[in-house]
C-alpha cells in the first residue's frame, strides 16, 4: 500500500511511516503511478490516538480575544490612515496656495516684460525718426559720396580682412 493508505490505517502520518519503513527495514518498491508502495507486516502496531474533543467554550473564548484585539488593530490602523489622509489634504492645500503665488509671480513678470518691451518699441520708432530727420538733413547738404573701390581694391581688401 502506499504511504497514505498505511498512515490511515496505521493512525499517524505518511511521514510517520516513511520513517517507520525505513527503521523497520519494510520491504520498498516504486508503483507505476510514480508513488511508493511500502509492505507494512500485520503485526505493525496501531498508534491511534483517541479523539480528542476540543473544548468548546475555551476555543470560544480564544476566538473572541482574537477577534477583540483584530479590531482595536482595525480602529487603530483607520485612525493612521485617516491622519495620512488629513496630512496629504494639508500637502496639497499647501503645494496649492505655493503655485497660486508662483503664478501671480509669474503674471506679474510677464506684465513687468510687456511693459519693458512697450517702452523698447517706442525708444526704437523715436531712433527711427531721429534717423529720418538726419538723413533728411544730410540730402539736403549733399556731401558727395566716397569714391568706390574697383574690384581688385574691393577683393585686396577682402583678403587682408581675412
Do not use: C
Not at 511511516?17 to 505493525?44: E, K, M
Not at 529720418?132 to 574691393?154: D, I, N, V, W
Amino acid at each position: 500500500m502506499t504511504y497514505t493508505e498505511a498512515a490511515v490505517r496505521l493512525g499517524v502520518t505518511p511521514e510517520a511511516v516513511r520513517r517507520r519503513a525505513f527503521r523497520s527495514n519494510w520491504a520498498r518498491q516504486p508503483g507505476n503511478d510514480g508513488r511508493t508502495r511500502v509492505r507494512v507486516p500485520d503485526d505493525a502496531p496501531v498508534t491511534r490516538s483517541p479523539t480528542a474533543l476540543p473544548d468548546t467554550p475555551a476555543l470560544v473564548l480564544a476566538l473572541e480575544a482574537h477577534i477583540a484585539t483584530l479590531k482595536t488593530d482595525i480602529e487603530r490602523l483607520t485612525a493612521e490612515l485617516a491622519g495620512e489622509r488629513a496630512g496629504r489634504q494639508v500637502d496639497q492645500e499647501q503645494a496649492a496656495a505655493r503655485q497660486a503665488d508662483q503664478e501671480q509671480q509669474l503674471a506679474a513678470a510677464r506684465a513687468a516684460a510687456d511693459r519693458a518691451t512697450g517702452e523698447l518699441v517706442e525708444l526704437a520708432r523715436r531712433l527711427a525718426q531721429i534717423a529720418e530727420t538726419q538723413t533728411a538733413a544730410e540730402t539736403t547738404e549733399a556731401e558727395p559720396e566716397p569714391p568706390r573701390r574697383s574690384k581688385l581694391g574691393r577683393a585686396w581688401g577682402w583678403f587682408l580682412r581675412n
